[in-house]
């Protein structure tokens, strides 16, 4: 292992000294399209080394020969609490959530026991490498299980049928796919249609969806002037992702959307920084991530098709853009590994009950609604029927 990271590392300093030296002058429309392979080479050695990195690191640790048996767990961006509640129960530490930066993040609070070595680090040892990169080590054997939010995309199947993989995809928790404004914006819903006319590029101004000049906050009009404020951008996210593979699936379709490098907002946040500099824009992001993970006040959700997302219309599927976020092994796991092993726990009343304790909507029906977002302690979960 030690030899092949070496390898990797090398090969990333190659591929790096030799974007940066194109970034120094014009590039033909070939340099472009080798720049542009160039840096998927970079990310894809990236992805690899941190993989490898963390399976080095978990293997030092003295920690985890207690606990042989825990699962290597990756995934998207937003379901990491999942992993980390699971672990906290598993391994014997609390965990609370704390707020800064506009954002909350579950820490840890306290360790139970004394450990030998190094104590547990969960940027390390239970962080997730987005939905993409989950698919793509758990397909390489990188990761035993992997909680994400979205079923694999086309290239993610493509690359476990060449590496002769099949994965077991299954649903343990609901969520949704929701659309962004900037909290100045008087608009408080749109239809599906309305939203596809405008990320077809067919709608390009708020007035045409019933924003007049006078309706904009007068603070927010001396800011920024009217005439900006008129052109409704669209941003979108990379692809692969799981915001734009969704994006696609759920909402567009066969429908192509605009163009442009300058709509991309890369990584969750992204949509956030966009929509704060500029309040004619649009974005999209998970229900979850946005009650759960963020906390950006000039920034709202909207209601589809007159449906607000509430945990009550995205269990009971009111919500038109309910989704399902789903844990993924190998099927040729075998059936007492501990990945399989902890797949099927998350569909015990125990496990949905940690499910509704992250925040997400569980998919078994819980004995009461989950408690108001912000609680510092994670408890003990709720009881649950199926």
Do not use: C
Request: no cysteine.
């Amino acid at each position: 292992m030690r030899l092949h990271h070496i390898a990797l590392i090398a090969v990333l300093l190659l591929l790096n000294n030799e974007s940066r030296a194109a970034e120094h002058r014009e590039l033909t429309t070939e340099e472009q399209a080798r720049l542009k392979d160039i840096r998927a080479q970079i990310a894809e050695h990236q992805r690899k080394a941190a993989a490898l990195t963390r399976q080095a690191q978990r293997l030092d640790n003295p920690f985890f020969t207690f606990e042989k048996d825990f699962p290597i767990i990756d995934g998207s961006t937003t379901t990491y609490p999942v992993s980390y509640i699971y672990a906290s129960h598993k391994l014997n530490f609390t965990v609370k959530w704390v707020e800064f930066n506009e954002a909350r993040h579950l820490v840890i609070d306290d360790l139970k026991r004394p450990l030998p070595g190094r104590y547990i680090d969960p940027a390390q040892d239970f962080a997730h490498s987005t939905t993409h990169h989950a698919y793509l080590n758990l397909i390489d054997g990188f990761a035993d299980v992997i909680t994400v939010a979205r079923k694999p995309s086309t290239s993610e199947l493509a690359a476990a049928k060449q590496a002769g993989v099949e994965l077991d995809v299954r649903p343990f928790a609901y969520d949704a796919f929701v659309f962004l404004l900037h909290s100045g914006n008087p608009l408080k819903g749109l239809t599906l249609e309305q939203i596809r006319d405008i990320y077809t590029g067919k709608t390009t101004g708020w007035d045409a969806l019933g924003v007049a000049d006078d309706a904009w906050p007068a603070d927010l009009v001396k800011e920024r002037r009217l005439e900006p404020l008129r052109k409704i951008t669209p941003y979108q996210r990379e692809r692969d992702s799981g915001s734009q593979e969704t994006m696609i699936e759920l909402v567009m379709q066969d429908r192509r959307m605009v163009d442009g490098p300058e709509l991309i907002a890369e990584s969750m946040v992204g949509p956030y920084t966009v929509l704060a500099k500029n309040p004619a824009g649009i974005g999209y992001t998970f229900y979850y991530y946005q009650t759960q993970l963020r906390r950006t006040k000039n920034v709202k959700m909207l209601a589809i098709d007159g449906v607000a997302p509430t945990p009550k219309t995205i269990r009971e599927r009111k919500y038109p853009l309910t989704t399902e976020v789903y844990v993924v092994t190998r099927k040729d796991a075998p059936a007492d590994s501990p990945g399989v092993r902890f797949r099927d726990w998350l569909m015990t009343p125990e496990g949905q009950a940690l499910v509704q304790e992250s925040g997400y909507v569980p998919v078994l029906k819980p004995a009461s609604e989950p408690g108001p977002a912000g609680t510092e302690e994670i408890g003990d979960g709720a009881a649950f029927t199926p």
